[in-house]
C-alpha cells in the first residue's frame, strides 16, 4: 500500500508522460464516479447521526407545546442511565444477543460444513436454505407467530401429538417462551446467511491443510478444531459482527411478533429507542438512546475487529 | 460403496440434511396450508379433519385479501419503492464500485471503509431524525422518500458486490481496448459494461429484496392504509377485534413470498458467489 516507501515504488513511479496523464484523468473520473454513493450516503447517515447528536443534548418533545428545543446539557443522558426501562431493556437485549449468536453461530457452522461437502442435492439444499433468509421479517415473523399460535400453530398440534412438554401454552404470553419464539423465528431467518459467510471461509482453505493433518494421525474432529477453526477466523469475524449487530438491533420481529410484551419483556434496546421516537415522540431522549446505540454498535465491531484479527 | 462405520455416516448426514431442508421449508407449506382454509376452520383449531391437510380447502382467504383487505395497493407501493430503489442503487453502485476496482484513486480504501460501516449503521438511530426531518418537509405518509432511506440497505452491499466483480475482470479487456485508441469512458461502455451484466444483475436482485423486504421505516414513516407498502399492510391485517384472520394474514404472506422464493430459487448460484466471491482471499 506504501509504494512510496520502497526503491521499487520509487522505480514505479517514473513513468511515461501519456501514462501520467491517463493516471490522473482516471483519477479524476474515480472521484466522479464515487462521488454519488459517499454523498448519498453520508446524507442518510452522517446527518442523521448529527441530528440525533444535537437532540440528544435538547428537549425535543412533540407532544410539549413549549416554545422551541431549550439546551439541556446532559439531563437526557442521565436519565436515560438512571431509567430501569432503559437499563432492563440493555440487559434484555445484551442477554438475547449473547444467547442467539452462540447457538446460530454453532449451528450455521455445521451447515457451512454440510454445504461445503460435495454431494448430490447440494444445489437444492443450499437454494431450500436461502428462502427463508431472503423473504422479509414480516413474513418470518409472522409464519412463526401462526406456527406458535395455539389454534392455528403447527407447534402446539406437534408437541400435543408427541405428548411433549410445552403443549397448550400460548407462546406470545409467557415471559420465556416469548423469547423462544421470538428466537426461533431470528434463527430460522438468519441461520443461512451467517453459513454462508462461512462457506465462503471455508472454500478457501486449501485441502492440503486437511490432509496434512490426516497423515499426522489427527481425528476429523482434532482436524477441524486445530486447523479448520483458525483458519476460519476472518469469515467467522465477518459472520459474528453481521449477527452479533443484527442481534443487538433487533426490531421487526419484536414488534410483529410481541409488541415487546407481554408487558415489556420483550421490550428491546431498538424497540425501546422506537417507542420513544414515535409513540413518546421525545426525540431528544430517543436522541440519547441512539447515540448509545451507535456506540455500542461501534464497540461490538471494534471488539470483533480487534479479537479475531486474523494472525499474520 | 461405503460399508460398515461408514454408511452409517453416510446415513445420518443424509439423514441431517433432510431434516435441514423440512426445518427450512415445511413452515412455509404450513402457512400455504393455513392460507387456504376458512376462516371457522382457523377457528376450530388444528387437528381431526383439520390436520397436517385439511378436507376442505378454499381459496376464499386470497379472495377476501383483495376485497376486503385491499392488498393491491401495499403491492403496488412496494412495487414502485422496490423498483426506484434499485434502478438508483444499480447507478449508483455500478459506478461506484467500477471507480473503486479499476481506477486507482487515493483513500479508496478508506471510501470502501466508509461505504461498508455504513451497511452497519443501527437504522433505528436514523428514525429518529428522518422523521422529524419528512415532517417538517410534510413527506409523511409519502411512500417516495421511503426510497431515499432504503439506499442505506442497497448501496453498500450493491457497492462491495460490483467491486468484487469489476476487481475479478481481467484489466486485460480494458487494456486491449485503450490501446487501440478508446478513451477509458469509451472502453468501459464498450468493453466493460457488457461483461458486467450478470454482476449488475446479481446486485439488482439483491437491491430489490432488499428494498421489498423492509418494514422498520415503513412502520415509522406510513400512517394511512393506502399508502402502506406490503410488509407494513400484512402486519394490520389480524387487527381485527374479534377475530385474528390467520388465513387471510397467511395468504397476503404467501402471495409476498412468491416473488421472492421464485427470484432466489432462479438466482441464489449468483447471489452466493456473488456475496461470497473474493472475500476472503
Known sequence: ?312 | MPHGWALVREFIFYLLVLIVIAISLFPFYWILRTSLMSNAQVAQGVGGSNGLLPSHLTTKAYVDDFTKQHFLKPLVNSAIVALIATAITIVVATMAGYALARLKIRFSGAILAFILIAGFFPVLAMVGPLFLLFKELSLLNNIYPLILAYLVYTLPIATWLLRNFFAQIPAELEEAALVDGATRLQALRKVVVPVAIPGVFTAAILAFILAWNDFTFAVSFLETPDKFTAPLAIVNFGQSAFQVFYNRIDAAVVIITIPIALLVLFAQRRIVSGLTAGSFR
Open chain 1, 1 to 312: 500500500m506504501s509504494t512510496q516507501a520502497t526503491a521499487l515504488g520509487r522505480l514505479a513511479r517514473r513513468r511515461p508522460k501519456r501514462q501520467m496523464g491517463r493516471e490522473r484523468a482516471d483519477r479524476r473520473l474515480g472521484y466522479l464516479l464515487v462521488a454519488p454513493v459517499v454523498i448519498l450516503l453520508l446524507l442518510i447517515t452522517a446527518y442523521p447521526l448529527a441530528y440525533n447528536l444535537w437532540n440528544s443534548f435538547h428537549a425535543v418533545n412533540l407532544s410539549i407545546a413549549t416554545g422551541g428545543h431549550p439546551f439541556v446539557g446532559v439531563k437526557n443522558y442521565t436519565k436515560m442511565f438512571g431509567s430501569s426501562e432503559w437499563v432492563s431493556a440493555l440487559l434484555r437485549t445484551a442477554g438475547f444477543t449473547a444467547v442467539s449468536i452462540f447457538l446460530e453461530t454453532v449451528a450455521a457452522l455445521g451447515l457451512a460444513l454440510m454445504l461445503h461437502r460435495k454431494f448430490p442435492g447440494r444445489g437444492f439444499l443450499r437454494a431450500a436454505v436461502l428462502v427463508p433468509w431472503a423473504v422479509p421479517t414480516v413474513v418470518s415473523a409472522t409464519l412463526w407467530k401462526t406456527m406458535f399460535d395455539q389454534r392455528a400453530g403447527f407447534v402446539d398440534y406437534m408437541l400435543g401429538n408427541l405428548h411433549l412438554p410445552g403443549a397448550h401454552t400460548t407462546w406470545l404470553a409467557g415471559i420465556w417462551t416469548s423469547w423462544a419464539a421470538v428466537f426461533v423465528a431470528d434463527a430460522w431467518k438468519n441461520v443461512p446467511f451467517m453459513a454462508i459467510i462461512l462457506l465462503a471461509g471455508l472454500q478457501v482453505i486449501p485441502t492440503e491443510v486437511y490432509e496434512a493433518a490426516r497423515i499426522d494421525g489427527a481425528s476429523a474432529w482434532q482436524a477441524f478444531r486445530r486447523m479448520t477453526l483458525p483458519l476460519l477466523k476472518p469469515a467467522l469475524a465477518v459472520a459474528l459482527i453481521f449477527r452479533t449487530l443484527q442481534a443487538f438491533l433487533v426490531f421487526d420481529v419484536i414488534y410483529i411478533m410481541t409488541g415487546g410484551g407481554p408487558g415489556v419483556s420483550t421490550q428491546t434496546l431498538a424497540f425501546l429507542n422506537w417507542q420513544t421516537f414515535l409513540i413518546g415522540t421525545d426525540f431528544g431522549y430517543g436522541g440519547a438512546i441512539s447515540m448509545m446505540l451507535v456506540l455500542i454498535s461501534l464497540a461490538i465491531a471494534a471488539v470483533y475487529v480487534r479479537a479475531l484479527r486474523p494472525e499474520t
